[in-house]
């Protein structure tokens, strides 16, 4: 926990800019309601940083819930064959948080990738996770259904994080712990 004086330079460093934005106050209204679940942002990596994209997942998450229509999608296993080779799946955060949570729907974003370019904006893991299960209980390349929310992009639109709030909390610099990161900036 830090103390009050690097909590004020923190402040002061962000900027109101920054602390005024709807968005910075969605993501503090969460924070207090879901605590450090509440501060999950995914990136989804652009040609070079000024082009990545960043979500709130944690107030998707909770829109998905209560207005999204809930669809039957097909595990894809080309796209599991990719998360392996690219390591976009941390194997600790795969054994000591996915495999022991229950079975959540997807989030899909359409053309979140660009067009014609579906991407899983939340349950990276839990996609993972589904696909080893089934390949040890022998249904690898069987086209298996998985349920999940299918976003279109007035719907994921809304949850995007703007650039200059991401720089201002450092969302590029880190993987490690970002939800730290976004904690410790909305402290006050």
């Avoid at 669809?71 to 990719?82: F, H, P």
């Avoid at 390591?87 to 067009?115: C, F, S, V, Y």
């Amino acid at each position: 926990m830090s103390t009050r004086n690097e909590r004020r330079q923190r402040k002061k460093q962000l900027g109101r800019r920054v602390l005024d934005h709807p968005v910075t106050k969605r993501m503090k209204r969460n924070l207090r309601e879901g605590g450090k679940a509440a501060t999950e942002v995914f990136r989804l990596e652009g040609e070079t940083p000024e082009r990545h994209l960043y979500f709130d997942v944690y107030s998707m998450k909770k829109w998905a819930e209560a207005h999204g229509q809930l669809v039957v999608s097909t595990l894809c296993w080309e796209r599991v064959n990719r998360m392996r080779s690219n390591g976009a799946i941390d194997e600790d955060r795969l054994a000591n948080h996915t495999t022991k949570q229950q079975m959540e729907p997807i989030i899909i974003g359409i053309d979140a990738a660009g067009p014609g370019e579906d991407q899983i904006l939340d349950g990276s893991h839990r996609f993972f996770a589904y696909a080893m299960a089934a390949s040890a209980a022998g249904m690898e390349g069987a086209p298996l259904p998985l349920p999940a929310y299918a976003l279109e992009p007035a719907e994921w639109r809304q949850f995007l994080i703007p650039r200059f709030i991401a720089k201002a909390m450092r969302f590029d610099e880190t993987d490690d712990d970002m939800s730290a990161d976004v904690a410790d900036g909305f402290r006050a």
